[in-house]
């Protein structure tokens, strides 16, 4: 059998219709997605199908959304025998590959991502935190940079995402990230995006919401993964379930570290790297770091029976 990596896709990758085929094509899928409905309390598989797009970016939505599309895709591959020899996560993404390592059950994991999301969305007020990704700009260019920013500017700006080389994300106060935009361009940045989230994450303003998840995350029963998952605060395996709760912890204040998760990866011979879920966010970060690897995005029918067959392939 050949070796695989999965990696699952995080907030940002949510389409409306997501999972929708795979729901009226396998049972399994429409049980799954009745768990989550059941679990939350509410038709998470209506806001999934329907819409409107704006309910469906709600933090509180997107991750169990995204979590029960990945996971489901996951379930399926293993019926057909296709596990992966290593997992990882891009933030929200690593709940989805607990799953698959068998740490916590789905019923579990999609209870506590709706619970993140409602932490992440109320732990800074509303329009005073943002995002931005600043394209074509070195790590240590941009830390100097955003020393130089944060002596000018009464605020906060961190680096929240080291997704590839010339894609890092910051975080921080609406006011420091403004100031950014332009200081960032002049100081040889090729492009300076704001992104459309609700708040700072992956940044020191996300503590309060930390300490706040901590509790709801020793409320849940836990194993040792069974498969090994590169954590997004160290970019290192991890297997050892009280080591991964505390990770889950710091993840939400701390960067993602999604391109050395990915120049790991490219250690391991693997014959492929799987992004699982909605969208293709990750097989493009992937192709970044290494535009020879190879990749596949498995996200609905055609691109799971596409994928199956290679797998099954001598």
């Avoid at 998760?261 to 293709?280: R, T």
Wanted: glycine letters at 6%; a negative charge; hydrophobic letters at 40%.
């Amino acid at each position: 059998m050949k070796k695989v990596a999965f990696v699952y896709p995080g907030q940002g990758s949510q389409v409306v219709e997501m999972g929708k085929d795979l729901y009226e094509e396998f049972p399994q899928v429409r049980e799954l997605f009745a768990i989550a409905n059941e679990r939350l309390g509410y038709d998470l598989t209506s806001i999934m199908f329907e819409g409107p797009k704006e309910l469906l970016t709600k933090t509180e939505n997107t991750q169990p959304a995204l979590l029960s599309v990945s996971t489901a895709i996951t379930k399926i591959l293993a019926e057909n025998g296709i596990t992966p020899s290593v997992t990882s996560g891009h933030s929200l993404g690593e709940y989805s590959a607990l799953v698959a390592a068998n740490a916590i059950s789905y019923s579990d994991a999609v209870s506590l991502v709706h619970q993140r999301g409602k932490l992440m969305e109320n732990a800074y007020p509303e329009g005073k935190g943002s995002m931005a990704a600043v394209l074509g700009m070195d790590q240590e260019t941009l830390r100097n940079e955003l020393q130089k920013i944060s002596e000018q500017v009464d605020g906060v700006i961190e680096i929240a995402n080291l997704n590839c080389p010339g894609q890092i994300v910051v975080s921080g106060t609406k006011s420091a990230i403004d100031a950014a935009t332009d200081h960032l361009k002049e100081a040889g940045a090729k492009r300076v995006l704001p992104l459309p989230v609700s708040g700072p994450f992956h940044s020191s303003l996300m503590k309060p919401a930390a300490e706040e998840f901590q509790q709801l995350v020793h409320n849940i029963n836990w194993s040792d993964a069974e498969i090994p998952v590169y954590a997004n605060v160290t970019a290192e395996k991890v297997t050892d379930k009280d080591q991964i709760q505390q990770l889950l912890v710091e993840q939400l204040s701390s960067p993602v570290r999604f391109e050395e998760i990915i120049e790991q990866l490219m250690e391991e011979q693997l014959d492929a790297i799987v992004e699982v879920g909605s969208g293709k966010v990750l097989t493009g970060l992937v192709k970044k770091v290494n535009r020879r690897a190879k990749t596949f995005a498995v996200q609905d029918i055609a691109t799971l029976t596409e994928f199956i067959e290679w797998m099954k392939e001598d």
